[in-house]
């Protein structure tokens, strides 16, 4: 059964900083891994999808990477700003099957 | 450009009453999903369909039922609901078929749903 955990669980940091979360996932065969935001109350947006073969996607400040040998993907966020806040899920799927996600980080950034 | 639609955003519903979550995207997407999360258990899978007519259980179907009215409806029905109910819910959709290529994930606002 793939489990999928994000480290930290809660981070906070000051505006201007770059930052990186972690996403670690116990079956290396996935086919993608998304990394979504959740603001509060709110549904979650898609923000990068790393198809299996892909090693990065970038939008913007956001750089995602995947390490599929080693079960790892992380998020970097350049130069966080407090409109950054929010919650951060990863999640993966393979084949056919749905995505499975971890629990999240949440960022505070502090202006 | 709407997405994915979940109606009702919010219900209050007293135990043993049923009702119906409705879902439907505009993006002809063939695969659906119903999660639910709550704080600490992150997002589970309810139930999933991978294309019109097919239905599967998720992680945790107990007290669901679904029905994929067509290509664009996924709905999900409890129908005797519990305090343990009380979660929010997320439809989702994707265009999923192995060797396609990209097959992201988009997801409706949610439906907060308090079981009394």
Request: proline share 4%.
């Amino acid at each position: 059964k793939q489990e999928v955990t994000q480290i930290p669980a809660a981070l906070s940091v000051p505006e201007g900083e770059n930052l990186v979360l972690n996403c670690s996932f116990t079956d290396s065969a996935i086919y993608n891994l998304q990394w979504f935001r959740q603001d509060p109350g709110k549904g979650l947006t898609s923000l990068l999808l790393i198809q299996s073969s892909q090693r990065e996607q970038t939008s913007g400040r956001l750089n995602a990477s995947l390490d599929k040998s080693s079960g790892r993907s992380t998020l970097y966020i350049a130069a966080s700003q407090p409109g950054d806040s929010a919650t951060y899920l990863c999640a993966v799927n393979s084949g056919n099957t749905p995505l499975v996600f971890g629990k999240g980080t949440r960022l505070s950034v502090i202006a | 450009n709407a997405g994915v639609t979940q109606t009702p955003k919010f219900q209050v519903l007293k135990t043993g009453q049923s009702m119906t979550l409705q879902c439907a995207q505009d993006m002809n997407h063939n695969s659906m999903y119903w999660y639910r999360q709550d704080p600490g258990m992150g997002l589970r899978l309810i139930y999933y369909s991978a294309s019109e007519g097919t239905t599967d259980k998720g992680e945790v179907p107990n007290g669901y039922n679904v029905s994929r009215l067509n290509k664009r409806e996924f709905s999900l029905r409890l129908e005797s609901a519990a305090p343990s109910q009380t979660s929010v819910y997320f439809c989702a959709s994707s265009e999923h078929r192995v060797g396609a290529g990209r097959a992201e994930a988009f997801f409706g606002q949610g439906t907060r749903l308090t079981v009394v």
